[in-house]
């Protein structure tokens, strides 16, 4: 059955760090991937999407993600962290045939 | 500005009395759905509709409605609402089935707490 992992429930860094969210899938064709982002009392936005091509995608805000087929992951990065991305993000796997299924996830603290 | 919107934000009610949280978008999309966002456990669907008059159950659709006359428009119902049914719910469209690659918007939410 399809699936998808965030492992980190909850990600501490501080300002101007380095961050990295992993997500890692279980499906049997290549599947469409994305990052949103719940910023607190708000709806779900969209960081980005992969479909193809580039396996390096950017997003929104300065996030990015890389496809990794051979480790079936998808894992989102920031290179300098500011205050306002305290929020939590779910990463979401799907295909043309499955629904789209969303990973459980992780909320992320910035200290100052 | 294209947006869904769902009211109310917060709702606080009884055990089985019926309540309507109402959605609707202006981007006219085909898609819309219906999720819960449960602590630990994501966002899981309850419904959702490929378009007028097309609707079909999501993950969880137990003890929920939904209906969708107009495009615009996929309210979701609670017939007799019940404490395990306390949640943020969350209204969502997108131009096409999301699973095909259309992403999706999201409104704001619904904090719904049933006592």
């Known amino acids: 059955a399809q699936s998808v992992t965030q492992p980190d429930i909850h990600i501490t860094v501080s300002e101007g760090a380095s961050l990295e969210l992993r997500c890692n899938y279980s499906y049997g064709a290549t599947p469409y991937l994305f990052w949103y982002v719940q910023s607190p009392g708000q709806g779900l936005q969209l960081l980005l999407k992969y479909f193809s091509g580039d396996t390096l995608v950017q997003g929104i805000k300065g996030f990015e993600a890389e496809f990794k087929r051979s480790q079936s992951s998808f894992n989102l990065r920031k290179p300098s962290v500011h205050w306002s991305d305290a929020a939590e993000y779910f990463c979401?796997?799907?295909?043309?045939?499955?629904?789209?299924?969303f990973g459980t996830g992780t909320r992320l603290q910035v200290f100052p | 500005e294209a947006q869904v919107t769902q009211n109310p934000r917060y709702l606080i009610t009884v055990t089985g009395k019926k309540l309507t949280v109402t959605c609707s978008q202006n981007?006219?999309?085909?898609?819309m759905s219906w999720y819960r966002q449960d602590p630990g456990l994501g966002l899981r669907q309850i419904y959702y509709s490929m378009n007028v008059e097309v609707t079909d159950k999501g993950d969880v659709p137990e003890g929920y409605k939904v209906s969708r006359k107009e495009k615009r428009n996929f309210p979701l119902i609670l017939e007799s609402p019940s404490p395990n049914q306390t949640s943020l719910y969350f209204c969502?469209?997108?131009?096409?089935?999301?699973?095909?690659?259309?992403?999706?918007?999201f409104g704001n939410g619904t904090r719904l707490t049933v006592t």
């Open positions: 979401a796997v799907g295909n043309n045939t499955d629904k789209l299924i």
């Open positions: 981007m006219n999309h085909e898609y």
């Open positions: 969502a469209s997108s131009l096409t089935y999301p699973q095909g690659g259309s992403p999706l918007h």
